[in-house]
């Protein structure tokens, strides 16, 4: 494994330095037994082909896509890997706005807990999306277990040896969304057993049970338990799970093993989604609902921070005087209240807030702040993007500043923001907006502290 010590702001840096979205694609991962020091894991993604943009050259059109994926720990990058993939189209009057890309990139890693970050860079036309999430890798024991379980939507013979090749000669195309329905009815689940109780030349059987329940463990589908010969102390499991007849929500699938020479019971779970034509909306409420419920109280105020900046003042002091169920309960009616068009699937107002807040993250952080908690973050937040922008880079004469036009905002509204200190962060000094800071000598930062 190559520690690189490198910081994450200089790894986002060196090729990702224009701006930068939120993710539009989905990632997922597992973790396999490695080594005695290191894991196996795999990191999946799927990424819409109607995110990127196709150019036309020799009588085809391509996209230009760079991915990038790495593992941090205390802000240093620990281990990265990059590629570039060239998705080709025949005809750019072809429907692709349900079709998905895969990808799957393989590391070794000690067992620890790192920040996963996943960058795809769409090259031709110089955007950038971004994902993050804390991934724990886990330490596998010498007792029975069961490693992570990954999803593929197929499950194929493979001649050619390929990014998606299991060991055993078949390809597992990772499903990274993990959302099923129509169409993606089934998924083909894939884990592996470790240490089971095993004597050379003796025949030996362990059980396994397949089960999907609901998150109240109502039992949706289960299978009976079935014994197979222990082909060593090690051991693979692929079940084929048809989904056609479960009706949308969220499920859990697990598989139970059984050592059947020492009695000894694990078990393995894993979160997926069914959406049937028609209820997105449906399943986007049990997820936020499902989303609430993981958060401890520290978690559900770092939640509530941004949303605080357009919340009521009502709204904010029962937040702060509420226990943790009341916490919940509000930041889900939060959005229910706020939903310009509740019959269709999407939460347009909040769809907009994620988007300026993920944006505000990715661009405008710094000095130990997250994008959202800026002057720059908070006024996107608030009133959008603005209509222009006035940049006026630093130079011997003045500091950095910027001056945001709103043109339609109480009749015409401007921000202005300066770095005083030089870093790099800006800050509010003056706006003509009622209820914002004042300041109509504000030209004086400019120069303040400037050595002529």
Known sequence: MKYLGRKITVFLFIIFCGMTFGAKFDVDYAAFRGDENVDIVEVYLLMPRILFKFVEEDNQFHSNILVRVAFAKND??????????????????????????????????????????????????????????????????????????????????????????????????????????????????????????????????????????????????????????????????????????????????????????????????????????GEQKKLNDLMTINMLAEKNEKELEELFGPMSYIATNIEKRQFKRSDIEGKRQLILNFWYSRDPNPDTPINEAQQKFEYHKNYANQNFGGMNKEGWETDKGRILIIYGPPSDIERNPSSLEAKPHEIWYYHELEGGAEFVFIDKSGFGYMELVHSTARNELTDYDWRRFITQGLNY
């Open 76 to 277: 240093t990058i620990i281990d990265w890997k990059q590629w570039t993939l060239v998705d080709n189209l025949a005809d750019t009057s072809m429907d692709i706005r349900n079709q998905q890309i895969p990808e799957q990139v393989i590391f070794q890693l000690a067992p620890d807990t790192y920040k996963l970050i996943v960058i795809v860079a769409d090259q031709n036309r110089d955007q950038k999306f971004k994902h993050e999430e804390d991934v724990i890798i886990t330490k596998y024991s010498d007792n029975l277990e069961i490693s992570d379980i990954q999803l593929a939507s197929r499950f194929n013979k493979t001649t050619t040896k390929n990014k998606f090749s299991k060991y055993f000669g078949y390809d597992f195309i990772p499903h990274a969304n993990l959302i099923f329905g129509e169409k993606v009815p089934e998924f083909f689940a894939f884990c592996e057993i470790y240490n089971l109780s095993y004597t050379e030349g003796v025949k030996e059987k362990y059980k396994v049970r397949y089960t999907v329940s609901d998150l109240n463990d109502n039992v949706i589908k289960q299978f009976p338990w079935m014994e197979k010969n222990k082909p060593g102390a090690s051991a693979v499991e692929i079940k084929k799970i048809n989904l056609a007849d479960v009706e949308s929500g969220l499920f859990n699938f697990k598989v139970e093993i059984e050592d059947i020479g020492n009695g000894k019971l694990v078990s393995k779970t894993k979160r997926f989604y069914i959406v049937k034509k």
